[in-house]
């Protein structure tokens, strides 16, 4: 009940293309999804989050859609980017408590 | 704003041996966080302290790991013995608590420890 499914694992995408990452979870207490980016030899950072009042978030280039019933939601990287090459982790927690249950991660690459 | 600060950045020891990391939050956060990345995974919580009281510690192999947060402000995470399953990224990361959740957390670049 714990655990925050992500697929795929791996991803490439050509420049100028959409990449989509999902997520899944079955945990109905979780109230806060962020997406985090990790470059190889940092420490993540958000990316964007969502909450489950609304069912998309956008920010620039990245989208967040959530689909409360399925208990899904997804990330969404528009006019993909060689700099957007990364390994994204959703993740997830709840009321009272920032502890974040992470996915599995993607790791994204982006062609010229 | 400074980030998150932990040190050393790479650790490679002996299976048995001990290893401590250190890190220093982002000032004024109150919470604190220790998570261990193998290779390929995600995050995992070892332990989350408030100031500097432990809020969750569930995950933590107790039997040989440890850490403190003194004066509520830098921390040590010690592993001792280590086992080579240990080898890992030990990422230190810090919030502030100004709502009940969702509160941005803010990670260190990690500290890379390999058990050979």
């Not at chain 2, 810090?94 to 670049?109: A, D, K, L, M, V």
Request: aromatic share 12%; net charge positive.
């Amino acid at each position: 009940q714990q655990q925050v499914k992500q697929s795929p694992q791996s991803l490439i995408v050509q420049k100028g293309g959409i990449s989509i990452i999902n997520c899944a979870y079955e945990n109905t207490a979780f109230d806060y999804f962020p997406w985090y980016q990790q470059f190889p030899g940092k420490g993540p950072a958000l990316l964007i989050a969502i909450r489950p009042d609304v069912s998309e978030k956008k920010e620039g280039r990245f989208t967040i859609s959530f689909n409360k019933s399925a208990k899904q939601f997804s990330l969404h990287i528009m006019d993909s980017q060689p700099g957007d090459s990364a390994t994204y982790f959703c993740a997830a927690s709840y009321t009272g408590t920032d502890k974040l249950i992470f996915g599995t991660g993607t790791r994204l690459q982006v062609f010229p | 704003e400074a980030g998150v600060a932990q040190s050393p950045r790479y650790k490679i020891i002996e299976k048995r041996q001990s290893v401590a990391f250190w890190c220093n939050p982002i000032s004024g956060h109150a919470t604190l966080y220790w998570y261990q990345q193998i290779l390929g995974q995600g995050p995992k919580l070892l332990i989350q302290f408030q100031n500097n009281g432990v809020v969750d510690d569930s995950q933590l192999p107790k039997d040989r790991f440890s850490a403190e947060r003194l004066k509520g402000v830098d921390s040590t995470l010690k592993i001792q013995p280590a086992k080579l399953e240990d080898s890992a990224v030990y990422l230190c990361a810090s919030s502030s608590r100004r709502q009940s959740s969702g509160n941005t957390i803010y990670f260190g670049e990690g500290s890379w420890l390999t058990v050979v």
